[in-house]
């Protein structure tokens, strides 16, 4: 059984950091790109950040780059993102993805986790 579990959630004033984990579990997603999305109230899920299995290119939202970083971990089958310079225009629930597919600049992920809460206070 595939499992993506997120964990390093939690809450932040505004210009603070967290960083968000991503163990994958069931299955080696290291020839494959993970990467994150973030879902806020009301709104429709987003990409946030992604990075390639075999490269390891990132590749980022317009509304996160050069705030935030992804980075992979454990022989890849976990996967980072650090946040720094927080607004509380990202507060959402954050999920991680394994095995993500992109068309043009539309990324979709087929494996999921749970999702962490991360919310910035302002």
């Known amino acids: 059984q595939v499992q993506l579990v997120e964990s390093g959630g939690g809450l932040v004033q505004a210009g603070g950091s967290l960083r968000l984990s991503c163990a994958a579990s069931?299955?080696?997603?290291?020839?494959?790109?993970m990467g994150w999305f973030r879902q806020a109230p009301g709104k429709e899920r987003e990409f946030v950040a992604a990075?390639?299995?075999?490269?390891?290119?990132?590749y980022y939202a317009d509304s996160v780059r050069g705030r935030f970083t992804i980075a992979r971990y454990n022989v890849k089958n976990g996967v980072y993102l650090q946040m720094n310079s927080l607004k509380p225009e990202d507060t959402a629930v954050y999920y991680c993805?394994?095995?993500?597919?992109?068309?043009?600049?539309?990324?979709?992920?087929?494996?999921w986790g749970q999702g962490t809460q991360v919310t910035v206070s302002s």
């Open positions: 993805a394994g095995d993500l597919t992109r068309i043009g600049s539309y990324w979709n992920g087929r494996s």
């Open positions: 069931g299955r080696t997603f290291s020839n494959y790109a």
């Open positions: 990075i390639t299995g075999s490269g390891g290119t990132p």
